[in-house]
């Protein structure tokens, strides 16, 4: 029987794969649901999600191996209602089935010949706001002169131009520049595009796991979902 988990982009993708290596569990990461398409959407789609959900139950109704499926998309500044909300909306619109109460919870959802699996959600978040880069921010393992000296320039161009700098904006300035800046070698940074930016995160996920720290409390909650799928 297998497993499938649900995501929103290459980058939680390419995360989710490497936290799951690291867990040692056996999951199935699907392609994201949103790819080319997500910076042109602005976030999350629910045609995308509903679409992605349809192709997962034709698979379903083709192939009865499919046991569990999660789906995590980032929480942002929704509440976890809110996006649960969301999520059963597009569950509705494509499966007979029950709703989701709450996150880290199955629910059985049927495709039309009677093939049956579970399914249940999480939100990427630290502590009930955020996205990935968010978390990113909260388990670095590295040192991050770097990166931390933002708050200085967060504060300079608050004070002499009266622009506010959105928490999301500023977070992912922040990795960008812990990658680049506080964890890649001179060697890498031949390289940067590919081995020391968002751009290249896959090749970080898959070479440079150690600049994160796996056992951050921040990741308790995610490690509890993926337990689910065990």
Same mark, same amino acid.
């Given at each position: 029987?297998?497993?499938?988990?649900?995501?929103?982009?290459?980058?939680?993708?390419?995360?989710?794969?490497?936290?799951?290596?690291?867990?040692?569990?056996?999951?199935?990461?699907?392609?994201?649901?949103?790819?080319? @398409? =997500?910076?042109?959407? @602005?976030?999350?789609?629910?045609? !995308?999600?509903?679409?992605?959900?349809?192709?997962?139950?034709?698979?379903?109704? /083709?192939?009865?191996?499919?046991?569990?499926?999660?789906?995590?998309?980032?929480?942002?500044?929704?509440?976890?209602?809110?996006?649960?909300?969301?999520?059963?909306?597009?569950?509705?619109?494509? +499966?007979?089935?029950?709703?989701?109460?709450?996150?880290? !919870?199955?629910?059985?959802?049927?495709?039309?010949?009677?093939?049956?699996?579970?399914?249940?959600?999480?939100?990427?978040?630290?502590?009930?706001?955020?996205?990935? #880069?968010?978390?990113?921010?909260?388990?670095?393992?590295?040192?991050?002169?770097?990166?931390?000296?933002? $708050?200085?320039?967060?504060?300079?161009?608050?004070?002499?131009?009266?622009?506010?700098?959105?928490?999301?904006? +500023?977070? /992912?300035?922040?990795?960008?520049?812990?990658?680049? =800046? $506080?964890?890649?070698?001179?060697? #890498? !940074?031949?390289?940067?595009? /590919?081995?020391?930016?968002?751009?290249?995160?896959?090749?970080?996920?898959?070479?440079?796991?150690?600049?994160?720290?796996?056992?951050?409390?921040?990741?308790?909650?995610? /490690?509890? +979902?993926?337990?689910?799928?065990?």
């Amino acid at each position: 029987m297998s497993n499938i988990i649900i995501v929103e982009s290459k980058n939680d993708e390419a995360f989710m794969k490497a936290m799951i290596e690291v867990l040692n569990y056996d999951i199935h990461v699907e392609e994201p649901i949103c790819i080319e @398409k =997500y910076e042109s959407l @602005k976030g999350l789609s629910e045609e !995308q999600l509903r679409n992605t959900l349809k192709e997962l139950k034709a698979e379903m109704e /083709k192939n009865d191996d499919i046991e569990k499926i999660g789906i995590i998309i980032d929480m942002d500044n929704h509440s976890e209602q809110e996006r649960v909300e969301f999520v059963n909306k597009c569950i509705k619109d494509v +499966f007979d089935s029950e709703t989701l109460s709450s996150t880290k !919870q199955f629910i059985d959802i049927c495709g039309d010949n009677g093939t049956k699996a579970q399914l249940a959600c999480y939100f990427t978040n630290v502590e009930g706001k955020g996205e990935l #880069e968010t978390l990113l921010k909260a388990i670095k393992a590295r040192e991050s002169p770097y990166a931390d000296c933002l $708050d200085s320039w967060r504060s300079c161009i608050e004070e002499k131009e009266g622009k506010k700098i959105k928490q999301k904006d +500023f977070d /992912k300035f922040w990795i960008s520049n812990y990658i680049r =800046y $506080d964890t890649c070698s001179k060697k #890498e !940074q031949q390289q940067v595009e /590919k081995k020391c930016s968002m751009h290249g995160f896959d090749y970080v996920m898959e070479h440079k796991k150690d600049i994160w720290d796996w056992d951050n409390p921040a990741l308790d909650d995610l /490690k509890e +979902f993926f337990k689910l799928f065990c």
